[in-house]
């Protein structure tokens, strides 16, 4: 069967093997791997690569997934020994003693989304409305997927939707504003 692709590119953990589950519900899609779903979004060249596959796979949406049963965020809330991965240290400055699986992951998206959408490599693609960001929790065990809204990314479609008879001085300020009082 050739399925035609979607042009959605999911961000997701290799350890919580969610290929199979992913396109499941979504059909034919790429993807992304990092450990716990944590990219380098402060990597020029990680960027630069990701940008290219956008382009070049005409990607429009990007999903960010975080997996309730991840293991980098079980072994967190059972304070178990760390391997040294950069997510597990992210996760740790993240994780409070009230925490559940879903309340960390979901923390754990959040604070992804707001690193990837601070970054300008993808301003232009999001202003104009050829990139949406959407975050997802998910149970692979319960086989649920449900979006997790943030307050931060409504504010950017917000603002992008406001700004179609702006210039593109007062658009990229309008835009500024809405990321920083997120």
Do not use: W
């Amino acid at each position: 069967m050739n399925a035609k692709p979607q042009n959605q590119l999911f961000l997701v953990c290799p350890f919580c093997q969610m290929e199979r589950f992913i396109t499941k519900h979504y059909g034919d899609v790429l993807f992304l791997t990092a450990p716990a779903s944590v990219f380098y979004f402060d990597d020029p060249n990680f960027l630069k690569a990701v940008k290219k596959t956008i382009q070049r796979e005409k990607i429009t949406d990007i999903y960010l997934v975080g997996e309730v049963s991840c293991c980098f965020v079980k072994y967190a809330l059972r304070n178990e020994t760390q391997t040294g991965l950069r997510c597990e240290s992210e996760i740790q400055e993240l994780i409070s003693k009230t925490d559940t699986a879903f309340s960390l992951t979901e923390k754990l998206l959040k604070k992804q989304l707001y690193e990837m959408s601070c970054q300008s490599i993808f301003g232009k693609e999001i202003e104009e409305g050829k990139l949406r960001i959407h975050t997802l929790l998910t149970s692979k065990h319960d086989d649920f997927i449900t979006p997790i809204y943030s307050e931060f990314l409504q504010r950017i479609q917000l603002a992008v939707a406001q700004t179609d008879n702006l210039d593109d001085t007062s658009r990229m300020l309008t835009l500024y504003c809405a990321e920083s009082m997120a």
